[in-house]
């Protein structure tokens, strides 16, 4: 049996469904023995532990006691943590991971940049490393039943499109808060939005997480422009009512090894793609428009993204190396290699 350990199991957040939910989820349908991790039945009771999105000192207690028992130790790592903001608690949290990492059989990374990066911090990792790739979601599988608050922004946010009849309607989505990534990037495209408002009309949704960080960035922009609070249920009719997704990303230390998790949701949800490029991205240069914001926005108001080639080309690119299928199946090679040589080990030791 694989027990999978996390901090949380919280499916809004995204990294928790594409690389421990869904994964969890296919292999089980494959018959493979796995669960969320249960302290009760003890490390024993596992195969393999697979720590994903923790870094806790449970965390690096936890991996030890596998360790001493047997158990492998496999772990996930979907993020750059050394280039997080330096604090005394990152400085803590840097040191478990090498900790970790030097306990690991297995390491997971979420691309090949990051295993980079990671690897060039760590020398002398002695565990097998690995690529795989978020395991991309079909957007109206999303939540469930809409609330009363998330129909009402839903309503509101319709009535500001038709306030803004025959504009092109624009969307970002991620998390407010950061130094590095997120809605402090948002800042460059809204310029070039403002430039593209003096010929043509534009309008911009915030699906974000923190208001308070909305107003503030939001009070100097010069174009119409909309907040929703991002809720899992809300999130995939949200995209629909839009043309365009902006992913503006400074490429630095800690973007360059992020997935294709979001130019690829946008796509998988009918929308066209404007982004600044980093590694993970440049695979869908032949299909969306990466580096140029003008000619990208000139091409969608062109085009509407549900008739554009590139887009419908990147779709199925997406479907062919990201979807369920794809992906899980690489998870399912590795948890089957893990049960070969384990049979493999204990014939050896009956031999013996």
């Known amino acids: 049996m694989i027990g999978w350990y996390a901090t949380s199991f919280n499916p809004a957040k995204a990294s928790i469904r594409l690389r421990l939910l869904q994964p969890m989820a296919y292999l089980r349908e494959k018959g493979i023995d796995t669960e969320l991790f249960d302290r009760k039945k003890g490390v024993g009771a596992y195969e393999a532990i697979l720590f994903s999105k923790s870094l806790q000192s449970a965390t690096l207690t936890l991996a030890r006691e596998a360790k001493a028992a047997g158990t492998r130790v496999i772990f996930d790592i979907c993020d750059n943590i ?51 790739p978020d395991m991309l979601e079909e957007l109206e599988k999303l939540g469930g039943r809409l609330s009363l608050k998330e129909r009402f922004d839903l ?61 503030s960035a939001a009070r100097k922009w010069d174009i119409p422009h ?59 240069r032949p299909f969306i428009v990466l580096d140029d914001w003008q000619q990208g926005l000139h091409r969608y108001c062109t085009t509407h993204p549900r008739d554009d080639a590139g887009c419908q080309a990147a779709r199925e690119h997406i479907a062919s190396l990201y979807g369920a299928d794809a992906v899980g199946s690489q998870w399912l090679a590795l948890v089957r290699s893990m049960q070969s040589e384990a049979k493999a080990s204990a014939r050896m030791a009956i031999l013996d």
């Not at 997971?108 to 002695?126: D, H």
């Not at 970002?172 to 009309?201: D, N, P, T």
């Not at 490429?251 to 980093?278: C, E, F, S």
């Open 82 to 132: 050394f280039e997080a903001k330096d604090t005394p608690a990152k400085a803590r949290k840097v040191e478990r991971l090498r900790q970790i990492l030097s306990l690991a059989d297995i390491i997971i990374y979420a691309t090949p940049a990051l295993k980079e990066q990671i690897s060039s911090r760590v020398p002398r990792i002695g565990a097998l490393q690995l690529v795989i």
């Open 155 to 215: 309503t509101r946010l319709a009535r500001f499109h038709r306030t803004h009849a025959g504009a092109l309607h624009c969307v970002w989505f991620g998390k407010c808060q950061g130094s590095k990534s997120g809605l402090v990037h948002v800042h460059a495209a809204v310029r070039e939005l403002e430039l593209f408002s003096r010929s043509h009309k534009v309008t911009l949704t915030i699906i974000g997480d923190q208001r308070t960080r909305y107003w």
């Open 226 to 284: 909309f907040y929703l609070p991002w809720t899992l249920s809300s999130f995939s009719p949200a995209m629909k009512m839009h043309n365009v997704a902006i992913v503006p990303v400074e490429k630095n230390d800690y973007t360059v090894g992020k997935t294709i998790n979001r130019p690829a949701t946008a796509l998988r949800a009918g929308l066209g793609v404007i982004a600044d490029a980093i590694p993970a991205y440049e695979e869908l």
